[in-house]
Nanobody
């Protein structure tokens, strides 16, 4: 199973980006999928996740600005990021959680927000 993230880049504060995570298998097999991020010198943290049934969870720091969604037909999960702030700068990782198996991580995509 492979997860490939894309859509990162450099954006000014207040701007938007949409991240994509394409899976090499049918994502319906996963209990949930999520986006995490890790800034330099900090621990990796959950940004948002979405369950097989479509329920979503967000970190308090991104509520109202970020939206996670998925397209089962395209085996892809998205993270729409609006009103970006410099503190959102990090490497963003996609993670898939299969039923009863360890999580699977993507390689990450860099998001840099300039002030």
């Amino acid at each position: 199973v492979q997860l490939v993230e894309s859509g990162g880049g450099l954006v000014q504060a207040g701007g938007s980006l949409r991240l994509s995570c394409a899976a090499s298998v049918n994502i319906f097999r996963f209990n949930s999928m999520g986006w995490y991020r890790q800034a330099p010198g900090k621990q990796r943290e959950l940004v948002a996740d979405i369950t097989r049934g479509g329920s979503t969870t967000y970190a308090d720091s991104v509520k109202g600005r970020f939206t996670i969604s998925k397209d089962n037909a395209r085996n892809t999960v998205y993270l729409q990021m609006n009103s970006l702030k410099p503190e959102d700068t990090a490497v963003y990782y996609c993670k898939a959680d299969p039923f009863g198996s360890p999580g699977i991580w993507g390689q990450g995509t860099q998001v840099t927000v300039s002030s």
